[in-house]
Nanobody, 122 residues
Framework: QVQLVESGGGLVQPGGSLRLSCAAS????????MGWYRQAPGKQRELVAT???????NYADSVRGRFTISRDNAKNTVYLQMNSLKPEDTAVYYC????????????????WGQGTQVTVSS
């Protein structure tokens, strides 16, 4: 059974930094794109950043220059370094990965983590 487990959320003051991690576990044959999304109260889930298996990245305009996405393919882990945090970054952050599980009859599909709360407040 494939799972994505996030960690690293919490409460931080404006201007501060946090680093989120997300590890994919289980019987995994391959992972292509990994990414982070967020959902603030009363708003739709939105893309924050994505990264391909080759390291190409894409960022939302609102976080470009402040957030950095990276991954460790050997550990099936994706990271999100968040600097210069603002109150409007407050949201539940979700990890996402496109995974091919190992085993007969399995096919590529999107997986989501359970979410981790990030609160930016003084």
């Amino acid at each position: 059974q494939v799972q994505l487990v996030e960690s690293g959320g919490g409460l931080v003051q404006p201007g501060g930094s946090l680093r989120l991690s997300c590890a994919a576990s289980g019987s995994i044959l391959s992972i292509t794109n990994m990414g982070w999304y967020r959902q603030a109260p009363g708003k739709q889930r939105e893309l924050v950043a994505t990264i391909t298996s080759g390291g190409s990245t894409n960022y939302a305009d609102s976080v470009r220059g402040r957030f950095t996405i990276s991954r460790d393919n050997a550990k099936n882990t994706v990271y999100l370094q968040m600097n210069s945090l603002k109150p409007e970054d407050t949201a539940v952050y979700y990890c996402n990965a496109y995974i091919l599980p190992q085993g007969v009859g399995y096919s590529w599909r999107n997986y989501w983590g359970q979410g981790t709360q990030v609160t930016v407040s003084s």
